[in-house]
């Protein structure tokens, strides 16, 4: 018997540190090789990181929320010695390293055991959950959320693991009882409030959103758009797609303007970097569509929009959004936005302050559209109007010209013919 320390390997793009965002073993777990031990959260994306041996584990490193440095000890197993193939103690196997250096980030409704049905233990609200309960992590969090002990919960996957299915059937047939136990309004002596640690992507919005608000001045600017036309067009377009095809919403039509409209506003379509001093401006248009996720706010991207039609641009708004809300959008997926559009839907309101996502220097929000009247040519009449929120980085793109790149869109959505022109009169 030897003992082996694995240390947490390169994973690619520059990362010196990744967070331990759940272990799916513990000490005295027996660990088959290519299981996964741990998932971690670097800059870009959670990443599964699996076992590159065979072994009993002896002890881990960290605990959800801490940081491990790249080079650090994550773990340390106990193999044998006769083990066919394992490596000498110490050694950092070289395609493990690589194959997570490429892995696409973690998925939160595929569990870790999906296709190596291994065991795990976590800590839900302090009590090690044992009898070997086999789910996701993402399962794990929403029980501990809804206050539900994961051993009650019968499961229909291989060897008794509780799907995301099973989860949301027994939350559905206790959702009373649930709801008051999360709540702790019906249980004498429970406790007023409750503590929840700040980590993985919530802890990386919270990073991010901070860093941008504090470091850059944020020029805002809303613009009132009639979008009668726009919408006339959306629904004619809409009537002609095959039952129970997706229909189209206002954005593609948004980014389809914005690559046109962004030709002649190049500074908006730009990175600063800091470190250097120097103003990046891309000549391709990669759009980032912030999208809401079970995990917090993630931004996909659709990227070289401008090589797109208005449909290629739908599917893959629709591709990349869905991706990111399973936890299934790989590191290219979620990197490389020049300029970000954001929208609430129906929860759109009257107007928003976007924050800026660095190390972009312009967004646009998309507000409520709905149907009011105003006045045009000296009567009133009734109009669909909608408000586009932006902001744009004060330091790089002046007042005048954030203004002037809104009104450019502004005048090729109210008519919105104009998009589809080869050159603009």
Not at 263 to 286: K, L, M, S, T, W
Not at 380 to 397: K, P
Request: glycine share 8%.
């Amino acid at each position: 018997m030897s003992r082996y320390v694995f240390k947490l390997p390169d994973l690619g793009e520059g990362t010196v540190s990744a967070e331990i965002v759940a272990w799916h073993v513990e000490p005295g777990d027996v660990v088959e090789e290519e299981q996964v031990l741990v998932e971690v959260m670097t800059e870009k994306a959670a990443v599964e990181v699996p076992s590159p041996v065979s072994g009993t584990v002896l002890s881990t490193t960290g605990k959800p929320g801490d940081l491990v440095a790249v080079g650090a000890e994550l773990i340390a197993l106990e193999t044998g010695a006769a083990s066919a193939g394992a490596p000498a103690p110490h050694e950092v196997v070289p395609q493990a390293a690589a194959a997570m250096a490429t892995a696409e980030p973690a998925r939160s409704d595929v569990g870790v055991t999906s296709q190596s049905e291994g065991a795990c233990n976590t800590e839900i609200g302090g009590e090690l959950t044992r009898g070997r309960v086999m789910t996701s992590p993402a399962n794990r969090r929403r029980a501990h959320e809804a206050g539900v002990d994961l051993r009650a919960v019968p499961g229909s996957g291989p060897q008794g693991r509780i799907r995301r299915q099973d989860l949301e059937a027994y939350l559905r047939g206790e959702a009373g009882e649930t709801r008051r136990s999360a709540a702790g309004a019906t249980e004498p002596g429970a406790p007023a409030y409750e503590e929840i640690k700040v980590i993985g992507v919530r802890r990386l919005i919270a990073q991010r959103m901070s860093e941008s608000k504090r470091t850059i001045p944020h020029f805002s600017y809303v613009e009132e758009l009639d979008v009668t036309e726009l919408e006339g067009l959306r629904r004619h377009l809409n009537g002609r797609l095959a039952a129970g095809a997706p229909a189209l919403t206002y954005l593609p039509f948004l980014v389809l303007a914005l690559v046109r409209v962004l030709a002649d506003f190049p500074q908006c379509n730009a990175h600063y970097d800091a470190e250097r001093g120097v103003i990046i401006r891309h000549r391709a248009v990669h759009v980032g569509v912030a999208t809401q996720t079970p995990d917090g706010l993630k931004v996909p991207v659709v990227h070289d929009a401008a090589r797109l039609s208005l449909w290629e641009i739908a599917a893959e708004m629709r591709r990349v959004t869905e991706a990111a809300r399973q936890n299934k959008a790989t590191r290219a997926e979620l990197s490389g936005s020049t300029i970000t559009l954001t929208s609430l839907g129906k929860l759109g309101g009257i107007a928003s302050t976007p924050i800026i996502n660095a190390p972009e220097v312009a967004i646009l929000g998309v507000n409520r559209a709905v149907e009011r009247p105003v006045v045009a040519d000296g009567a009133v009449v009734v109009r669909r109007m909608m408000n586009l929120s932006s902001s744009f980085d004060h330091r790089f793109v002046d007042g005048y010209d954030a203004a002037a790149m809104i009104q450019a869109l502004k005048e090729l959505l109210e008519h919105p013919a104009t998009i589809f022109m080869p050159t603009r009169l």
